[in-house]
């Protein structure tokens, strides 16, 4: 789902610009403020490539564990992630933002090691349509889902882990380059995986954050107003996602365990 990989199919999140702020906190470090906006902007303007991605949000990382801000939060997945305007995640968190555009579940698997040396508060993953255009099964994409809690867990004891739930595309209305790829995907399917995910988020003792009713029409289909091309979201989209991160932390996260 990206044009940094090597693939001739379409990359969902592969159309939009890139975030400039990935990670905000109030202590002061190279990786934040102008150097670190004109990093992200080389990043954007050179298109580079995953591998450079990934060296990036290693230094974000390493930032991250250096500065210890209160309260970090991680957040992981796809461009979904990545794109996330950072000034619409919920202030009373510190967020590094582990996204990259394209990335499957196996992929995202590999690159866990990147914010090994933070200590997060909780961490957010959102991982799978990239899998589903690709073709990858059902049982794939849960076996990794199952491998990527049991690795954060290990690494991160004392960290919340919440499972997002995939969100659903706009079919037909879809205006997006790999339209035809989602066509073939059913919003049943997306539905049925994330009941399962669900059931693996119990199952494994992490928290499960059911995005998709938030983001459905009447007939299932990710609504038109949420959306820039029927695949990834716009503002109003991210404004949503956003108030029910700070929901969901208030009544689960937050409660007494």
């Given at each position: 789902m990206s044009d940094y990989k090597l693939s001739e199919e379409p990359q969902a999140n592969a159309t939009i610009n890139y975030a400039t702020d990935r990670i905000r906190t109030n202590r002061p470090s190279p990786l934040f403020g102008e150097a670190r906006k004109e990093l992200l902007a080389i990043g954007r303007n050179h298109r580079w490539t995953y591998?450079?991605?990934?060296?990036?949000?290693?230094?974000?990382?390493?930032?991250?564990?250096?500065?210890?801000?209160?309260?970090?939060?991680?957040?992981?997945?796809?461009?979904?992630?990545?794109?996330?305007?950072?000034?619409?995640?919920?202030?009373?968190?510190t967020w590094l933002n582990q996204?990259?555009?394209?990335?499957?579940?196996?992929?995202?698997?590999?690159?866990?090691?990147?914010?090994?040396?933070?200590?997060?508060e909780t961490i957010f993953v959102m991982i799978g349509i990239n899998d589903l255009i690709h073709g990858e099964s059902d049982w794939a994409i849960l076996a990794n889902q199952r491998r990527i809690i049991n690795q954060l867990r290990y690494i991160?004891?004392?960290?919340?882990?919440?499972i997002q739930s995939i969100l659903p595309h706009s079919g037909e209305a879809a205006i997006w380059e790999g339209r035809d790829y989602l066509l073939q995907l059913p919003n049943s399917r997306i539905r049925r995986i994330n009941r399962s995910l669900k059931a693996l988020a119990d199952d494994e003792g992490a928290f499960f954050l059911n995005l998709h009713p938030l983001f459905t029409d009447s007939q299932g289909f990710l609504r038109g107003d949420l959306s820039t091309d029927?695949?990834?979201?716009?503002?109003?989209?991210?404004?949503?996602?956003?108030?029910?991160?700070q929901m969901y932390s208030k009544m689960r996260l937050e409660e007494p365990q």
């Amino acid at each position: 789902m990206s044009d940094y990989k090597l693939s001739e199919e379409p990359q969902a999140n592969a159309t939009i610009n890139y975030a400039t702020d990935r990670i905000r906190t109030n202590r002061p470090s190279p990786l934040f403020g102008e150097a670190r906006k004109e990093l992200l902007a080389i990043g954007r303007n050179h298109r580079w490539t995953y591998e450079q991605w990934v060296e990036q949000l290693q230094r974000e990382a390493i930032a991250a564990a250096k500065n210890r801000p209160n309260r970090l939060t991680v957040m992981v997945g796809d461009s979904l992630s990545l794109w996330f305007p950072s000034q619409l995640l919920p202030r009373d968190r510190t967020w590094l933002n582990q996204g990259i555009s394209g990335e499957t579940s196996s992929g995202l698997l590999k690159r866990l090691y990147l914010f090994d040396s933070t200590r997060p508060e909780t961490i957010f993953v959102m991982i799978g349509i990239n899998d589903l255009i690709h073709g990858e099964s059902d049982w794939a994409i849960l076996a990794n889902q199952r491998r990527i809690i049991n690795q954060l867990r290990y690494i991160h004891p004392g960290s919340q882990i919440v499972i997002q739930s995939i969100l659903p595309h706009s079919g037909e209305a879809a205006i997006w380059e790999g339209r035809d790829y989602l066509l073939q995907l059913p919003n049943s399917r997306i539905r049925r995986i994330n009941r399962s995910l669900k059931a693996l988020a119990d199952d494994e003792g992490a928290f499960f954050l059911n995005l998709h009713p938030l983001f459905t029409d009447s007939q299932g289909f990710l609504r038109g107003d949420l959306s820039t091309d029927g695949l990834h979201l716009n503002e109003n989209g991210y404004q949503i996602w956003s108030t029910a991160i700070q929901m969901y932390s208030k009544m689960r996260l937050e409660e007494p365990q």
